[in-house]
Every structure is written in structure tokens, then in C-alpha cells.
């Protein structure tokens, strides 16, 4: 599986973004699915994840109820819609796709990664 993740730009507080990321492969369909972020100087962080049928999500405590991780596989691509972003939201943002159908935090669950698009957001 080929991920590319697009989507990223600069935005205000209290602004939203969608991100998308696009999967190219067969096993996009059958794989549990996440986004991660890395914020300059501190280590990558979970931030949502998506089971292989879209039936199950789960999110970190810091984007719950302003995030909202979706899946389209016919399209083969995932999604993440951001709402009332804040400052400390900014980072670059990975998909990834995990070794398995059910949802997952563990970054070691996880075996393609897109290459990250960057989202900031001004105070």
C-alpha cells in the first residue's frame, strides 16, 4: 500500500480542515487505518484511527469531538475532518495504514506511511 496525504495548510483558530489520503494497493480495503502528527521538536502522536470497514473509531483526548476520522473504500481513501483547530494543533499530519482490520493507537501497528502534510494554525 502507497499512501499520499494531502490537505495541510494554514488556517485560524477556530477554522476547520479536511485532510485527505489517498491509498494505491489492494489491501487498502482490508486494513484499519490512522492519523498521526508530529509537532516541531516533540515526538509523533496518535491521533485517530479507523477499523478496515469504517465501523469503529477511535481518538486522542486532545481531538475528541473537534476531529472525526471517516473512510471511503471505494475511493480507497481516508479522511480526516478538523474542526476548531487550535494553535496547538499544528504539526505535520501521517496516514498510515495498520498491519490490521480493527482500530489501533500503537505506531508499531502500523507498516505504510504517507508522507506527512503540514497544518498550522495561527493564533
Known amino acids: 500500500v502507497q499512501l499520499q496525504a494531502s490537505g495541510g495548510g494554514l488556517v485560524q483558530t477556530g477554522g476547520s480542515l479536511r485532510l485527505s489520503c489517498a491509498a494505491s494497493?489492494?489491501?487498502?480495503?482490508?486494513?484499519?487505518m490512522g492519523w498521526f502528527r508530529q509537532a516541531p521538536g516533540k515526538e509523533r502522536e496518535f491521533v485517530a484511527t479507523?477499523?478496515?470497514?469504517?465501523?469503529?473509531?477511535a481518538y486522542a483526548d486532545s481531538v475528541k469531538g473537534r476531529f472525526a476520522i471517516s473512510r471511503d473504500n471505494a475511493r480507497d481513501t481516508a479522511y480526516l475532518q478538523m474542526n476548531s483547530l487550535k494553535p496547538e494543533d499544528t504539526a505535520v499530519y501521517y496516514c498510515?495504514?495498520?498491519?490490521?482490520?480493527?482500530?489501533?493507537?500503537?505506531?508499531?501497528?502500523?507498516?505504510?506511511w504517507g508522507q506527512g502534510t503540514l497544518v498550522t494554525v495561527s493564533s
Open positions: 498510515a495504514a495498520s498491519r490490521y482490520a480493527t482500530i489501533t493507537s500503537q505506531p508499531g501497528h502500523y507498516h505504510h
Open positions: 494497493g489492494r489491501m487498502f480495503r482490508n486494513n484499519g
Open positions: 479507523i477499523s478496515w470497514n469504517g465501523g469503529n473509531t
